[in-house]
C-alpha cells in the first residue's frame, strides 16, 4: 500500500472558519492531488502539485488553495469555509513513471460545515 | 458537461456470473483510461489500466476492453464474487495533463449471494 495519511479524518467546523486538511507521503512521489467526492459527481480535481513550490487548479479550485513546501506534504485550505464544501475530501499520489497513469489515494477526510 | 459519463448508478450480479460494467467518453485526447473500485470509508483503489494503443488488458478476474472508434470501455469481472461489491468508478488521462485523471460519477455493484 501506497504510504499515504489524511489529517484530520473527520472535522466538524462552522460557516466561516478556515480548515486545513494535511495529506503526507513517504513515497517521495513528485505528482499530489486533492480531490473531493459528492454523490452524483465522482471524484472531482481541486488542486494538484507537480513539485514542491508547484501547483495548478483543477476543475473546481474556487474557494480552495494549497501549499506544498515539503515533497512529503500537501496541504488544502479552505480560507472560510461554506456549507457547499462539505464534502469528502481525499488525496493522491501519482509515480508518475512516464508510462503509466495511476493515483494512489489515502482515506479520507470527511469535512461537514454547519 | 461530463467527459466521461457512467451511465448506470447501480447494478446487481448474481454471485458466479459475470459483471460488466461501462463507461463512455467524449474526449478523443484521452489515451489512458483506468478502473478503480472504492469500499465505503476507504480511498479509491487502482485496479485496472489501459493504454488507447490497446483494445483489452486482462488481470485476474477483471478486464477491460476499449472501443475508440465508440468511445467506449467496459470492465469485466468474471466470476463475480461478494467482495467485489463496491462502487467503480472509470477515469481518463490524457499526454501532458500532469497525469490528472478525469472521473466518472460511479457505478454501484451489488453481488447477491
Known amino acids: 500500500d501506497a504510504g499515504i495519511t489524511q489529517s484530520p479524518r473527520h472535522k466538524v467546523t462552522e460557516t466561516g472558519t478556515p480548515v486545513t486538511l494535511r495529506c503526507h507521503q513517504t513515497?517521495?512521489?513528485?505528482?499530489m492531488y486533492w480531490y473531493r467526492q459528492d454523490p452524483g459527481h465522482g471524484l472531482r480535481l481541486i488542486h494538484y502539485?507537480?513539485?514542491?513550490?508547484?501547483?495548478d487548479k483543477g476543475e473546481v479550485s474556487d474557494g480552495y488553495s494549497v501549499s506544498r513546501s515539503k515533497t512529503e506534504d500537501f496541504l488544502l485550505t479552505l480560507e472560510s469555509a461554506t456549507s457547499s464544501q462539505t464534502s469528502v475530501y481525499f488525496c493522491?499520489?501519482?509515480?508518475?513513471?512516464?508510462?503509466?497513469?495511476?493515483?494512489?489515494f489515502g482515506p479520507g477526510t470527511r469535512l461537514t460545515v454547519t | 458537461d461530463q467527459q466521461v459519463k457512467q451511465n448506470s448508478p447501480s447494478l446487481s450480479v448474481q454471485e458466479g456470473r459475470i459483471s460488466i460494467l461501462n463507461c463512455d467518453y467524449t474526449?478523443?485526447?484521452?489515451?489512458?483510461f483506468l478502473w478503480y473500485k472504492k469500499y465505503p470509508a476507504e480511498g479509491p483503489t487502482f485496479l485496472i489500466s489501459?493504454?488507447?494503443i490497446k483494445d483489452k488488458n486482462e488481470d485476474g478476474r477483471f478486464t477491460v476492453f476499449l472501443n475508440k472508434s465508440a468511445k467506449h470501455l467496459s470492465l469485466h469481472i468474471v466470476p463475480s464474487q461478494p467482495g467485489d461489491s463496491a462502487v467503480y468508478f472509470c477515469?481518463?488521462?490524457?499526454?501532458?495533463?500532469?497525469?490528472?485523471?478525469?472521473w466518472g460519477a460511479g457505478t454501484k455493484l451489488i453481488i447477491k449471494p
Open positions: 477515469a481518463a488521462s490524457w499526454r501532458d495533463s500532469n497525469y490528472q485523471l478525469i
Open positions: 474526449n478523443s485526447m484521452f489515451d489512458y
Open positions: 489501459i493504454s488507447s
Open positions: 513515497e517521495n512521489h513528485r505528482y
Open positions: 502539485s507537480y513539485g514542491v513550490k508547484d501547483t
Open positions: 493522491a499520489i501519482s509515480e508518475s513513471s512516464g508510462l503509466t497513469y495511476e493515483q494512489y
